[in-house]
């Protein structure tokens, strides 16, 4: 099970960062993403990390503003968001996969959260 949180209102240009804190001892075993899903929009893809922490990747749209982050003994994975803009309003989802593509992206995870909603003010 994984609960995500940290999400709330925010000015552009602003900081957030997200959690997402898991149940189970499997959880160091699996990777970790993040995608977020804005009003009418398909969700989509936004960061990951590998099982070690030693692998990341991010969507272009977030590169460079984005990092994230996990903590095996915590059972927990972190999404910084830097220089918020209000295209970042979404609600984002964290979601666990036993596997990535080499992009970083599975997008048939095992494992969703339940989603934190994140709203950028202009």
């Known amino acids: 099970q994984l609960q995500a949180s940290g999400g709330g209102l925010v000015q552009a240009g602003g900081s957030l960062r997200l959690s997402c804190a898991a149940s189970?001892?499997?959880?160091?075993?699996?990777?970790m993403q993040w995608f977020r899903q804005a009003p009418g929009e398909e969700r989509e893809f936004v960061a990951s990390?590998?099982?070690?922490?030693?692998?990341?990747y991010y969507a272009g749209s977030v590169k460079g503003r984005c990092t994230i982050s996990r903590d095996n003994a915590k059972n927990t994975v972190y999404l910084q968001i830097d220089s918020l803009k209000p295209e970042d309003t979404a609600v984002y989802y964290c979601?666990?996969?036993?596997?990535?593509?080499?992009?970083?992206?599975?997008?048939?995870?095992?494992?969703w959260g339940q989603g934190t909603l994140v709203t950028v003010s202009s």
């Open positions: 990390i590998n099982w070690s922490g030693y692998l990341t």
């Open positions: 979601a666990a996969a036993p596997t990535t593509d080499r992009t970083g992206r599975n997008y048939s995870p095992d494992y």
């Open positions: 189970g001892r499997a959880f160091s075993t699996y990777a």
